[in-house]
């Protein structure tokens, strides 16, 4: 037997959702209908009411748990490992160093608003050429430190490495990157 607040609140209901013939009608009080049966016009639909009970949780969670360990087995397969090559040269590399830097007494600067540029060595026409500082007018940062490169496999023994090295062209500094030449 239903109880006098559950009997108003299903004519609330019926109310609310019988405003025509092609509404849906809340049909709890007909025999042989379960209390979830809505009808649309012509339509039935039964709304499934599903309480989650603690064993669907569990299996619930063991998929999750299932996903989130194959997910990592095969993210774990991705990895590569990268072995470096080891080179071993039948000759010793011939290295053409540049000659220690010129000491140079620096004069005065011609006027406010210029920049001192240092002498450096430079590789021109297969071999070092100094180059004497002079004024530059104008802001110029130091001359920044030497890069370390690798020496790479000479293409034959004939050849020398000419180390990498700064040169000033263009009103800045520019690397020149180690290379072999013949």
């Keep these: 037997m239903k109880s006098p607040s559950a009997t108003s609140q299903l004519a609330n209901n019926k109310e609310m959702l019988a405003v025509g013939s092609d509404t849906g009608d809340l049909l709890t009080d007909k025999p042989g209908l379960p209390a979830n049966t809505l009808f649309f016009g012509k339509e039935k639909m039964t709304a499934n009411v599903f309480s989650r009970t603690q064993e669907t949780r569990k299996q619930e969670m063991t998929k999750k748990m299932m996903y ?86 000479a293409p034959s023994p004939a050849h020398y490495w000419i180390p990498g090295h700064w040169s000033w062209r263009h009103n800045e500094w520019e690397w020149t990157r180690g290379h072999w030449e013949r």
């Design 68 to 153: 989130a360990a194959a997910v990592a087995i095969v993210l774990g397969g991705c990895t590569t490992v990268v072995k470096e090559r080891v080179v071993v040269h039948d000759h010793p590399a011939i290295v053409r160093q540049a000659p220690a830097p010129i000491q140079e007494v620096i004069p005065p600067p011609p006027a406010s608003g210029y920049a001192w540029i240092q002498g450096h060595w430079t590789w021109r026409d297969h071999g070092w050429q100094w180059q004497p500082g002079h004024w530059y007018q104008g802001s110029a940062r130091p001359m920044p430190a030497v890069i370390v490169e690798q020496i790479t496999v």
